[in-house]
């Protein structure tokens, strides 16, 4: 498989997947009001999920990203994902996961310096409160 093919397969297993997760969680057209991280069955949909609105940010729908980030972090405000990172990083202007993430990269490569990364993360957050705000509280 090459080029255009490639990619269009690759787009229709993404789009496959976060439909069926969302089938999984399916409330009457809502989102589930709690979809819980310690619950291990819940997981392989957060990520998906979460996948999948890391897709669209990339490929430019910066709004689908942060409503997609924003209900997994409303249903679950502990926010084991990670979400609240992304939204903020979209508000802030970067275009990706990867983009936002690198400049907290460990200099031994084994993970994110989690002290820059929330100080980042509280000081910018300041600027978004419309968005941010209610988790902040």
Partial sequence: MRGVAK???????????????????????????????????NRHIIRMIFNFAMFVWENSDRELAIELFTKL???NPNDNIG??????????GFDSQEEYE???ESKNGMGLEYEALEKWFYESAQ???????????
């Avoid at 979400?83 to 802030?92: F, P």
């Fill in 7 to 41: 990619w269009d397969a690759c787009l229709q297993t993404i789009e496959q997947g976060f439909q069926r997760a969302i089938n999984l969680i399916d409330n009457d057209g809502k989102f589930l009001d709690i979809l819980n991280w310690g619950f291990v069955e």
């Fill in 102 to 104: 690198e400049q907290f």
């Fill in 127 to 137: 600027k978004h409160l419309d968005v941010i705000g209610w988790w902040l509280k």
């Fill in 83 to 92: 979400a609240r990172y992304s939204i903020v990083a979209i508000l802030e």
């Fill in 73 to 75: 972090l409303k249903s």
